[in-house]
C-alpha cells in the first residue's frame, strides 16, 4: 500500500511539475512577488498531495519568530520535503542551489524563473562572491534567501559541516539569520521513494543577529540551535559528518 500510495505520488509530482514549469514561461514577464505566488502554488498542491494520498502531514513551531524585513534562512536538510514547505510558511525567497538543476527539462524552467542563486559548486571563493553579489541584490529587494548549509541532503541522524556562504552573506549584508530545523526524513526519507505517513515538525528559530559577530561565529551559533532542535526532535544527538557537497 505504502508503494502504490508512492508511487501515485510520485507521478502526480512530476505531472505537476511539468504543467507548473509550462506556466512558469507564461508568468516570466510578471513583477517576481506576483509570478513567485503563482509558481510556488506547485509547492503548495505537493502538500495537498502529500496528504491526501500518502498521510504526511506538519506542524510548525515558533511562526511568530518570521519577521517583516527579508532575512537568510538557514534550514537544515535532511529531505526533499523542506523545498516545498518552506514556499508555503515563509515569504517570498530565493534559494541558493548548484547549477544543475537548472539544465533539467521542464523543472529546471520553473526553477529559473523564481531567481534563484545558481552556483558552480567547483569555483570556490568565486561561488561565494557570487552568492554575496546575488544575495545582497535579492536581499534589498525585500527577498529572503534560503541556504541549506549542509550542501546536501543528509540522512537522519547525522550533521553535516556547514558551507560558510549564508553566515557572510548574512554578515556582509547586516541582516539576521533564522535558523530552521525540521525531522521530515522520518516521512520521505534522502533519495527515498517511500513516503511514509506520519507528522513532521518544524521548528523555526528566533532570529540570529550578525552585526559585530565573524561569519564563523553566526556558523557556529545556528548549527549548535539546529543540533539541539534536531536532538529534540529526534530523541538523539545527530553524529556530525564531514560529508558536503553544494547545492
Not at 2 to 19: P, W
Not at 70 to 87: F, G, P, Y
Not at 97 to 108: A, M, N, T, V, Y
Request: proline share 5%; glycine share 8%; with cysteine.
Amino acid at each position: 500500500m505504502l508503494f502504490a500510495r508512492s508511487l501515485i505520488f510520485a507521478g502526480l509530482h512530476i505531472l505537476t511539475a511539468i504543467l507548473f514549469s509550462v506556466i512558469a514561461v507564461l508568468v516570466w514577464p510578471l513583477p517576481f512577488k506576483l509570478r513567485y505566488k503563482i509558481i510556488s502554488q506547485w509547492a503548495i498542491s505537493n502538500l495537498w498531495l502529500l496528504e491526501k494520498i500518502c498521510g504526511i502531514r506538519y506542524q510548525i513551531e515558533g511562526v511568530e519568530n518570521i519577521t517583516a524585513e527579508a532575512c537568510v534562512i538557514m534550514c537544515k536538510h535532511q529531505s526533499s520535503w523542506e523545498t516545498l514547505a518552506l514556499q508555503k510558511v515563509l515569504p517570498p525567497q530565493v534559494w541558493v542551489l548548484k547549477r544543475e538543476l537548472l539544465w533539467i527539462p521542464f523543472f529546471g524552467w520553473g526553477l529559473a524563473a523564481l531567481k534563484p542563486i545558481a552556483i558552480d559548486r567547483d569555483a570556490g571563493r568565486k561561488a561565494l562572491t557570487q552568492v554575496i553579489d546575488q544575495g545582497r541584490e535579492r536581499l534589498s529587494s525585500g527577498i529572503w534567501v534560503v541556504i541549506f548549509p549542509e550542501g546536501t541532503r543528509i540522512p537522519r541522524g547525522q550533521m553535516g559541516k556547514f558551507g560558510i556562504g549564508g553566515a557572510r552573506l548574512a554578515v556582509e549584508t547586516g541582516v539576521s539569520v533564522i535558523p530552521v530545523a525540521h525531522d521530515a526524513g522520518k516521512a520521505w526519507p534522502r533519495h527515498g521513494f517511500i513516503k511514509y505517513p506520519g507528522v513532521i515538525n518544524l521548528v523555526i528559530g528566533a532570529k540570529i543577529e550578525t552585526q559585530d559577530k565573524s561569519a564563523m561565529d553566526v556558523n557556529k551559533e545556528v548549527y549548535q540551535w539546529i543540533e539541539q532542535q534536531m536532538t529534540r526532535l529526534e530523541g538523539y544527538q545527530p553524529m556530525s559528518t564531514s560529508l558536503r557537497k553544494d547545492k
